[in-house]
């Protein structure tokens, strides 16, 4: 039979649909998350120690997730049961940080046919073509893919940069701004591009509580007490 082929998933598209078998029972991505924002990731093998630290990382931080109205999904081409034995020498065994008896909660999806990664573009021959690298993908209440990172085999994640993705990306939604290099809440936000020769007059001649760099920069105030009730927190 002739091998399916399918394009890279891209910032804009819809994620794309598939049912499996996980360490939390089936699940239907992304029908079952409708509603709720969802970081897919993956990573290469189960007991390997990248990826045990990232594991213990993720399910340490997964209640703050769920604040954010977050649900996390991991996956690699492993089955069921190398998932579960895996899972359950991290609680029993790995001490790593001050994270200890550490339970992974949240579902860990078994892609031996390797369907969901290429799907997803997880398999990149040029790094290797029987395990997905380590891909992050955040997708919105809608089911749609907002943004992508991708990480090669050899280096783990930056979990403070995927928090401070999934905080921006609501705080954008929540507020209809832009948000500059390196932007953390508290920090000004930027106010979309005046879209006429009025409007950017006005801008540059108006006291209010705006900053204008140029009539296509400008930046206000945005409390970090007001994007942290935005999120939930």
């Known amino acids: ?52 630290s990232e594991f213990m990382t993720f399910a340490t931080m997964a209640e703050d997730f769920k604040k954010m109205n977050t649900e996390l999904v991991g996956l690699s081409v492993d089955g069921l049961y190398s998932h579960i034995a895996w899972l359950r020498t991290i609680k029993e065994k790995i001490e790593y940080k001050g994270m200890k008896d550490v339970e992974v909660k949240f579902p860990l999806i078994e892609d031996i046919t390797m369907e969901v990664s290429k799907r997803y573009g997880m398999l990149q021959p040029g790094e290797s073509s029987t395990k997905a690298v380590r891909a992050v993908f955040f997708i919105d209440p809608k089911g749609t893919i907002r943004t992508i990172i991708y990480y090669p085999l050899a280096v783990g994640r930056n979990f403070d940069e995927i928090k401070r993705v ?52 400008c930046t206000k105030k945005l409390e970090e007490e007001k994007v942290l009730k935005a999120l939930g927190k």
């Open 1 to 52: 039979m002739e091998e399916q082929i399918y394009s890279m998933p891209r910032i804009g598209d819809k994620a794309p649909e598939f049912k499996a078998v996980t360490t939390q029972g089936d699940i239907n991505f992304p029908g079952d998350y409708k509603g709720k924002w969802v970081i897919l990731f993956s990573h290469p093998a189960d007991f390997t120690p990248v990826c045990t």
């Open 166 to 217: 999934l905080i921006a990306l609501q705080t954008a939604d929540n507020f209809s701004v832009a948000l500059p290099a390196d932007w953390r809440p508290g920090d000004d936000v930027i106010v979309p591009t005046a879209g006429s020769c009025g409007v950017a007059k006005e801008r540059m001649e108006s006291k209010e509580e705006m900053h204008c760099y140029d009539w296509f920069f």
